[in-house]
């Protein structure tokens, strides 16, 4: 019965950290947004539509982040056949599917007032584009094939391939000299962005991480419930 | 285990391997077959362009390349469908897997024969299509060249979207949702070495990167529909 | 106040990038919340129903 695994050691874990968790989602996220909205300078080109960087800019490294969670949990998935994996990796799948849309929509509509086009066919915004639908590809496998297992493995297997659109997303700025402009805090040589800006933005993105695995906990609990009901229904039928 | 342990390919597997890509070669050409109806395929979609835009030389020109690709493009998505299909529902994909050509010789043998008996094709067929379309002389050679090298990615990939999806009812419609995203690379630097040829400027910084997604399609695109075969026909 | 709200004529872009913002991320959780805590009900409603039953 390794396959239904008893997910106890997880809840456990899942309730000593949840606490944690919330507090420093909601630390983060309101002394973020306190500085991203009344104390951090309008941006001498943008003016105050810069503000929108700090609900932007995390969200795409969420959608990032996320996709290579949910790529280690396919990995060890189909590697060790971890049961928990495949559940790990279908609970994170809507939070990075979600992150990805916000970072495509807030970026329309920072670009609308920056760029005049809520929309440009540059590398960035297209890479971006391709991981949001990976999401839902890795998703609808899940729902089109009706054993559980298979299901979750297949679906293992399309986001291990997708990985490779997680390099063209990160270097894409760098390859297609187009609108989108290149990275300012992640790089080698220190974030070139004014440290007014650089505290909001970090602020944000710690408590995006967090609210992370806020949400991540919740789906994993659903999951592991849908899991419970559907074994119970097998064995009703089973033995009734 | 479900890491895959490729099983070195002997000599006679190399007949039975050859044996495959023949068979289905031969049925993607027979009476009905896959093949003649994507070649009929690209013919009328792309010949739709003319009338959906208006037949100015110059409109027809300009979105030329960018047509020829996205339409060859899903011609190989229509074709995939059955890639694996047709012989996992009538129980011959599980012998041609138990025989020594394995898991690994079944999925080169379909990906080849697919490649050489459909995207091919379209290849050839291109520069006509070209022609209607009045592409810039400039482009003919580097549109067959960009095609011949980012053909095989288009059947690589595709294996794997059609292997995963295998095992559903109506796999078709989820495959194009797998497998459309995964092409983008593969349509973005095929057209730019088009366009680049058209404007005059350089090509082959664009073919090489193409050559590149080819390349890791091969690497990825084979594991990745083995992996995908064997999970199936567990 | 006003001013606050008006950005600087970019307004309706930031509060929207906010508002959607928040949005959804209030909404995926407490959704999962409310349906694992639903699913939940589910099993144990099931599982007294099996201990009844013997």
Redesign the interface.
Known sequence: MHRFANPAQFNRLADSVMPWAFSVMVLTLASGLYFALFDSPADYQQGESVRIMYMHVPAAWMGMFVYMVMAVASFTALVWRHPLALIAGKAAAPIGAMFTALALITGALWGKPMWGTYWVWDGRLTSVLVQFFLYLGYMALWQAVEDDEKAGRAASILALVGVVNIPIIKFSVDWWNTLHQPASVMRLDGPTIHSDMLWPLLLVAVGYQAYFVVAFIWRMRLEINLRKLSVMRMNEVAGG | M??THLPKINVSSAGAFWALVRRDVHLAWAQGGASTLTIGFFLIAVSLFPFGVGPEPQVLARIAPGVLWVIALLACVISLDRLYQADFEDGSLDDLVLSPVGFLGVVCAKVLAHWLSTTLPLAVLAPFLGVMMNLNADGFVVLIVSLLIGTPALSLIGS?GAA??V??RR?GV?MS??V???Y??TL?FGVGAVDAAVNLVDPLPHLALLGAVSL?AIV??IW?SV??LK??M? | MTEFLNMGGYGAFVWTAYGLSAISLVTLVLRSRARANAVLLQVDAMRRRRKEEG
């Open positions: 479900v890491m794997v995963l999806t095992a559903v796999g989820l949702l797998i459309l995203p995964l983008v690379p973005i890791m990825a695109g990745a992996m995908a999970l199936a567990e």
